[in-house]
């Protein structure tokens, strides 16, 4: 499986932007899709993830009414729209994709990752 995100940048406090995730190599039905982030200094963080089949989706509570995850099957790509941004939430942004829900918010558990993208939010 390859991921390749893009949509990263630089973005004043309050801003939008929307990251995407373009996946090949395999057939996902089964698989969870999710976005982590890592700041400098700080372990990999679990934003939010989505089943590719049920579209079941799950986020990080500092993200809750501020970004939502989705994905288009007919492309293969799971996007994360990010609204209302603030400085912490400044980082490297990966898609991962792990088979199974099970501690799906767990980055340790993930079995394909992408490069990541960084995202920028200044005050």
């Known amino acids: 499986v390859q991921m390749i995100e893009s949509g990263g940048g630089w973005v004043q406090a309050g801003g939008s932007l929307r990251l995407s995730c373009v996946i090949s190599?395999?057939?996902?039905?089964?698989?969870?899709v999710g976005w982590f982030r890592q700041a400098p200094g700080k372990e990999r963080e679990f934003v939010a993830h989505?089943?590719?089949?049920?579209?079941?989706?799950n986020y990080a509570d500092s993200v809750k009414g501020r970004f939502t995850i989705s994905r288009d099957n007919a492309k293969n790509t799971v996007y994360l729209q990010m609204n209302s941004l603030k400085p912490e939430d400044t980082a490297v942004y990966y898609c991962?994709?792990?088979?199974?829900?099970?501690?799906?918010?767990?980055?340790?558990?993930?079995?394909?990752w992408g490069q990541g993208t960084q995202v920028t939010v200044s005050s």
């Open positions: 190599g395999r057939t996902i039905s089964n698989y969870v």
């Open positions: 989505i089943t590719w089949s049920g579209g079941y989706t």
């Open positions: 991962g994709a792990k088979s199974g829900y099970v501690w799906a918010k767990d980055y340790a558990t993930y079995d394909y």
